[in-house]
């Protein structure tokens, strides 16, 4: 189950001012939804250019057997930096042990999953958590805000390495403050989304008055078409009505340049 914002927040705060291995660690695996195991798992070398400023962390082969690159901002970056600092300052031979991974190996990887869930257990007792705080609920607590922040189902997927929907489902933590923001928020689009303008009617017979009255005819025409577009899944059907309202502004534009003769 995800914390709540108010424990997340405080949280990581407790994890940042600690700053050390483990700590860090734990905050690596909160800020990109990871794994403990994929965590202990990643490459010295997990960051991957992706593109022009554009960085993603590779997650190596993992419970579902998925590899994934999951995108990455530069306070992510400023945290695999600070563990590989930190990594450097250890006795050689516990780097030694550990060539090739993140984080240091000094035992087993049994070793390292207790170090990781003791220093979240301190953690959370320096905070007064009302209640027991494990690595996988930091995964929950990343799921739930992606999907505050709008991320997609089937993007959120890929980002945990889910194999289905149902099972990113169930690391979605909707608290009444987002349900009371995406209520208003839908009400504030079904507004906008309904709202036809009024078609202008021409009720002069002056052939000026008629050219004017088409051309807010037809500008409304257009809006009401692109908000029509705007709803539709189909790419094919979004395609067509642009290709229509690209014929209707060529009208438009021919219409700018009718000239009436005077009498």
Wanted: hydrophobic share 40%; glycine share 4%.
């Amino acid at each position: 189950m995800a914390l709540s914002p108010e424990q997340d927040q405080l949280l990581q705060q407790e994890l940042r001012r600690t700053d050390d291995l483990f700590s860090n660690a734990l905050l690596l695996i909160r800020a990109t939804g990871i794994r403990i195991g994929e965590c202990i798992h990643l490459a010295y070398d997990c960051l991957r250019l992706i593109g022009q400023d554009q960085w993603a962390l590779h997650v190596p082969l993992g419970k579902l057997y998925t590899e994934r690159l999951v995108p990455v901002d530069d306070e992510v970056r400023q945290v695999i930096t600070r563990i590989q600092n930190l990594r450097a300052e250890a006795p050689a031979s516990e780097q030694t042990n550990s060539a090739g991974f993140l984080l240091l190996r000094s035992g087993s990887v049994n070793v390292l999953y207790t170090h990781l869930r003791l220093a979240l257990h301190r953690a959370a007792a320096r905070i007064n958590s009302p209640d027991r705080i494990t690595p996988h609920r930091l995964r929950h607590s990343f799921a739930s805000e992606m999907v505050r922040l709008g991320v997609s189902v089937p993007a959120l997927m890929q980002l945990l390495g889910h194999n289905t929907a149902e099972m990113t489902m169930r690391y979605v933590k909707v608290i009444q403050r987002d349900l009371q923001r995406e209520f208003h928020l839908a009400r504030q689009n079904a507004v906008h989304r309904h709202h036809i303008p009024e078609l202008p009617v021409a009720t002069s017979v002056s052939a000026t008055v008629a050219l004017s009255g088409i051309q807010r005819a037809l500008a409304a025409s257009r809006h009401v078409l692109e908000m029509y577009r705007r709803q539709l899944q189909d790419e094919r059907s979004r395609r067509k009505l642009q290709r229509l309202d690209k014929r209707l502004s060529r009208v438009a534009a021919d219409l700018q340049r009718f000239t009436i003769p005077e009498k």
